[in-house]
């Protein structure tokens, strides 16, 4: 697998830590994206600082629905607001942040000019998990 990873670091970087990183956090959440992402990174050789920050930054966009779901759920609770109508609204705040936030680390991690030559990778990648969980969270469920 690894002879099969980009030359591109930048790729790389946003295809653990954000793709593969927002599945992780969907199907386990709980921290268990930060750990096993950044210790990918590592792995193919970026500094653990910058994997974990990275990691941290990328996790702002799933986290609301980490764990299949839970932190809405316990957010119905404690506030006695049916969870549905919560996960809708938290559905269409979300998507703004998540299709700027591969652009915004690309930024980050090696300077604005990059964002220029990756930009189409960059949205797909923020704009069809914008898509899918603006999607999911209004009219899945209900």
Request: charged residues 5%; neutral net charge.
């Amino acid at each position: 697998m690894l002879s099969e990873l980009p030359d591109d670091r930048r790729v790389v970087l946003f295809v653990v830590a954000f793709s593969f990183g927002c599945l992780l956090e969907g199907i386990s959440g709980f921290g268990t994206l930060v750990a096993i992402t950044s210790a990918l990174l590592v792995g193919l050789g970026f500094p653990a600082l910058g994997a974990l920050m990275f990691t941290l930054i990328f996790n702002t966009a799933p986290v609301a629905f980490g764990a299949l779901g839970t932190p809405i759920t316990v957010l119905g609770a404690v506030t006695s607001l049916p969870a549905a109508p919560l996960g809708a609204m938290v559905g269409r705040q979300l998507p703004f942040f998540a299709f700027l936030l591969p652009f915004y680390v690309m930024s980050m991690y090696s300077g604005l000019c990059s964002i220029g030559k990756l930009w189409p990778a960059l949205a797909v990648s923020g704009g069809s998990f914008a898509l899918a969980q603006f999607v999911t969270s209004n009219y899945l469920g209900h």
